[in-house]
């Protein structure tokens, strides 16, 4: 940048101030003697300055469009300290003033956060001069912006262990609760800002893809909602806390499409080392914020709940303290060959066998481990199915052989296939976010992804999670035949067959792939059920339909003859095909490329690891491990 | 410790060992600083022998030559001047390897060089470069190259000692040095080593196997074959193996192991090998061997182990006999102890073969073979309860415990674990040492670092997956050398 430019940036910061205490001036007293001269200089420098990036109107058009309401919240909620009146009419005024208030601390910060103009975006809405607080920007460009995100990314992150967790959760108290919700918002900002140090540093070509572009000023729209909330003192102050927490969350879940995009488009400018290193971060610090956050949301509605000391034992927010590796495979099984039936047109999946330690018990987050091993039997199934080579006198697909194994520290599950391996030359980039140009070309297709398993979720595993009696007492039955069966047989595992799960429910539910369905975090079961019907009951119509059939599924998991007609109606769908409606059904089974590299950042998330043995022509083995302790610190970059 | 006495010792050569390291001699930097000719398999292999078993390729002189000779049942020249090529090469790039091997040793701690092993081995190392350059470059003729392939052999047979030697050496010197800087150092040796002595042992068993054919053929055991034809069988070119069969490789050496296992234990694992069994590649045997054993050992031996910690062998609770496929060895036999433990061939893969566990409540060990399009992978997984993780970092280090070192072997056993740091199959190692078997070289507890080493020389891979409480699973993959026959570099 050259002196003049910078002379120019100057300028316009200094103006910002100017228009940050104009917006606060119809309510606020308190407004920094602004002259209307510098005003208009303000505006045409605005114009000049970033009329490079024309090229980008039409995302930025875009992103006024989500930013608005995300800012409507936003600047409602430090109005809710005082009082919650705030309409959105008032939205400016009040979150001026309450930046004024708050900023006492860190004086710098007011400048920064003010509301900027996109000349571009009031060209094409002229509606939009007589409300610039409604248009917020914060790109690479706005250089003095850091000021406000230095003091953050100077500031180590506090790793949690999940044990600490777990031992905060329990016999939650008021303040107890507050003393979590203030971590969370002192402890958010933080990682926000490490990450946004990240982009930063990337290349300046790669900073400019809109892609890359749109991730980044999400992550500052958060920086900056989040390190303005003052303490928090009351329930009330929590409530609306998590609200805004919430609004974040569901706002990020463009995140990674978007960023797999950007780093699709971006991978000729940036070193595959690099690539690789900074899609891990920001998974990985996604991870840990999504955990921090839906665990603190967790804990609050729980605690909100009536009855919180009835429910849900077993779960501490969303860490569930009786994790059984029996229980999660044949959840996740169920669920995996689900999808890839109904991505082969009907095809039976191979089966699932299981042995080993299947009644060891830990805690963890169930999510995390079921998004693992969702992903690897998909993979394991789909090679299956392609490469198998049928047992001559059966003629079933060699089985899936899962082996589970407890040992002093942690829990191994093994995956074993006979899918007939990776080819070399794939098994180079199997970790690889940039080494295959086209590798993330599908994430076109989609716009929101949670990497949960919940999102793949219209399916009886799920759905048996939902009706907690029926869940608790067959898994509990179905535990003690696995024991019984252990105890009898010691080391030579017999082994559980899990039955590819029954199909009924698609004669109800024709397309229950839904891929960009935002299942809210998963709180604790009760709540679960609420948000899995409201959102469910966004896309379809037939929630309580689908919950009951899929109920009765799998009670009836042992049938193993189901064929049912609706397969076809399923089957007429091509794999692939996308709907028109941005938001509506696509193919779950799509293969996006993101799963593995995904499910290794989640498994060292808690100190475990991740590990894929390939024998081409034969079949691969993944070993994905986990701490059962939940004694180890985040696995942190920084 | 034993040091072989050369023929070709000069005077001057029968110094004190203290007079090796002469600081003033500094032929050992002069061809140190020589580049490495790295040799390419298809070199050792004979270069153009895909040339000599087209016919069109020999020169009318050779094919005359050849002609002239047949009837006093000479093989043809071209064989012998793929002996020649080998035996040229080996004399020009052996001298520059060793010189390498030695200042390398040179760089070691003061204190570590006066070791009196470490300076045996490099004692050792010195005679044989000053024996080597001592030869006349030219190797011209089938005399020049006998003379040569002599002094090749006295060059081998003397190196046997060297790691145990070494492995003793830096036992008395692990304070002096840093762990990484001793692995460094041992990597570098070991991998010299294997590259030495391939060369020279490929010079050595060319030359055997032609004299071999050649006595056949004057015996009138074996036809001449067409001119301009190799005499050399397709599959074995010197100590390469085109048509290496894995699985059978597997049988001998987890025949060989259950041996000596039973004789340890009492009983011993089946051993169940599966996956394209049937399949072949081209290797170095000896190298596949000394792999497969180290291996085997080491999932046999926790095996047993882990059924006796676990009480596993006294329960049997299926006490499911017969049904089984056992497929008897040829050769392999039963063993002293009757156990009975056998290797099985599960062509069906039968899943309940690979689980079953046998009389003495041993799981087996199940070795799979994969034949990939540019690799073999040979996955070996037990029940031996796996290695713990305190454990898990240390199995790839030296551990310097050697055969001499008996008192060492009380606190090495330390570890519960089977594979723990200082206890690799120690006893058997010891047996496996007196039958002479267990490859070129035997374990010592450098037995996972060099099975490890051997398996990547040819771009290949050894990685161990430790599940703790349940076994182990090692997956070894090795390149088709033949494929990567023009770059691949040794």
Redesign the interface.
Known sequence: MTSAALGRCRTVIRNKHQVAGRAAHGTSTSSTGLSSSTNKRYSHVATASSSPSGHLSSLQQQQQHQAHPIHMSASAFPSMSAARTSSSSSSASASASSATASMSATAPSTSSVSPQTSPLFRMNNPASIQQPQARRRYSPQHFYQNRILDPYVNQAVNPITLRQLVFFGRNMQEDKLLKSANYVRTELPIRLAHRIRDFQNLPFIVGTNPHIELVYDLYWQAFEKLSKVPEIKTLEENDAFCDLVKGLLNDHLVVIPQLALGIMESSKHIPPQQVDKFMNKMLRSRISRRVLAEQHISLTSNFNSPNHMMSDRGYIGIIYTHCRPGDIVERTALLAAETCRQSSGGVDPPKV?LD??VDAEFSYIPDHIEYILYELLKNSMRYVMQNGIPD?KTGEL??I?I?V??????I?F?ISDKGG?I??DMEAHLWSYSQSPARFANFEKISKMAATVQEQMVSPSRSANLDQDDRRSYSSSSSSNVHNNKE??????EGIVLPPPPVSHQSVEPTPLVLDRHAPPRTNKSSSISSFSTSSSQHHQHTAATTTTTTTTTTRRNDRTIIDPSQNRVASQKPGHLDTAPDQYKDQSMHLGIGLPMSRVYAEYWGGDL?V???????T?A?ARFCKFGNIYENFDD | MVVARREFFSQSEQRELDDVVSFYDDKVTQYASQELQTVTLKTLLGLGRSGSSSPEISTPTSGMQQKQTSSSTVPPIRDLEINLDVARYARKELPVRLARLLKATQKLPFIVGTNPYIKQVYKLYYDSFQTLTATPQEIRNKEDLDRFAGVLQTLVASHADVIPMLSQGFQECKKYMRKEDIKEYLDGVIRARIGIRLIAEQAISLREQRDNIIEELQEGKQELPPQGVSLLPRDVVGVVHTELKPADLIKTCASFVQELCDVNYGSSPEVVINGQTDTTFTYVPVHLEYILCELLKNAVRATVEFSQKIGRSALDPHGRDGTKKQVSLAGGGGSGSGSGAGVIVNQDDDQDLTKRPNEFGHPPVEVTIAQGEHEITIRIRDHGGGISREHFDAIFDYSFTTVKNEEDESDAGAGDSPYGVDSIFKGVNRLAMQAGLGGPIAGLGFGLPLTRIYAQYFGGDMQLVSLQGYGCDVFLKLKQIDETLDHLQI
């Open positions: 066998m080993g330690n001559a060699p089985p052989q082996t194994c407890e040992g002093t520290h942690d191994v093994r391996g080819h070399p009898e047989e010691e080391d030579d595992g590990k043995f390939t024998m081409h022509g034969y079949g083995d070993y």
